[in-house]
């Protein structure tokens, strides 16, 4: 077990050499202090790069890597289009349009036209998830998921309205009224 750090050399060593002299507590036997201080001052240093060789060291040892040749998961991911993706809130933040994308594996595949929301109620847009779930099934799941339906999605991603592929029927208003 290593020998416990002594708390008034590690304050000695911090202090510059001629007042760490003034201390009582330093000695000249065997440069005793003298080597303590420089042992203090480096340890965080030596002990660093010990760390990293020898996590180096384990890396090396750990031999070669492989991957499983396993069947590519199909996966629907839903695709929601709005003006404050970063701070999306549910039942706060207005839905622009929802979309679904189709990925096997980390391969795009097939990408649905964004169904736009506006003017839809919140129970109308909520009944389109499971519609787009039902829809790329009767597409796609005799082709990319061995027959099986999409039972669910992925997960979700938001996006912002700018990177919907649907204009935004307002847009063409407002760029019209700024003029």
Known sequence: ?????NRKCIECARLPIAEARQ????????????KRRSHYLKRGDRNTSRRVQYRSSRSA???????????????????IYSE???????GETPVHAIGAELWVGSEFKEQMIPELCY??????????PPLILEEFSQRFAQSYNQGRRFQRFATKVHRHIQ????????????????R
């Open 1 to 5: 077990m290593a020998r416990p750090v």
């Open 23 to 34: 201390r009582l507590c330093w000695t000249d036997e065997r440069q005793r202090c003298h």
């Open 61 to 79: 040892q750990a031999g070669e890597s492989f991957s499983l040749s396993t069947h590519p998961t199909a996966s629907v991911i839903l695709v």
């Open 84 to 90: 404050q993706p970063h701070r999306f809130k549910s």
């Open 119 to 128: 003017g839809k109620r919140g129970d109308e847009v909520a009944l389109l």
């Open 163 to 178: 990177d919907c592929p649907v204009a935004n029927p307002f847009q063409s208003l407002s760029s019209s009224a700024a």
